[in-house]
């Protein structure tokens, strides 16, 4: 019986193992896509973001959000210095950085990535 119990905790402790949590350092690909929606606030301007269309949707994620529509195959993108260069829009690129929850309306997707670095993939 102890052994039952002790395996049991055992596979609970790894069973997360191979989600992404909120802070991680990560890597993805995917098309880079300017996307344009309704503000969500009372105003009739339209804010624009920058989406990663992932390759592969994440399968799992620590406290996500999942009512947020492509949950798990659109990534909202920020960089964390001067910027993108417009030229990667509708490229294919790999992106890496810190992987965020969304925590306002403002965010647009459950998933958010605070972009150190930014790549074209060759030959797509």
């Known amino acids: ?3 039952l119990i002790f395996f049991l905790c055992f596979l609970s402790c790894f069973s997360q193992a191979t989600c992404l949590h909120n802070g991680d350092i990560i890597t993805l690909t995917g098309v880079l896509v300017s996307k344009t929606y309704p503000s969500p606030e009372d105003e009739s ?3 624009s973001r920058w989406i990663i269309q992932l390759d592969k949707p994440l399968g799992c994620v620590i406290d996500i959000d999942k009512s947020f529509m492509n949950w798990n195959k659109d990534i909202t993108t920020f960089p964390n210095h001067s910027g993108f260069p ?7 690129v790999t992106a890496s ?3 965020t929850l969304a925590f306002t309306a403002n965010h647009f ?3 958010l990535l605070l972009s150190s670095k930014l790549e074209k993939i060759s030959n797509k």
């Open 97 to 99: 950085g810190k992987l």
């Open 86 to 92: 417009s030229s990667l829009i509708n490229k294919h």
């Open 45 to 47: 301007k339209s804010v």
């Open 1 to 3: 019986m102890r052994l």
């Open 109 to 111: 997707t459950a998933v």
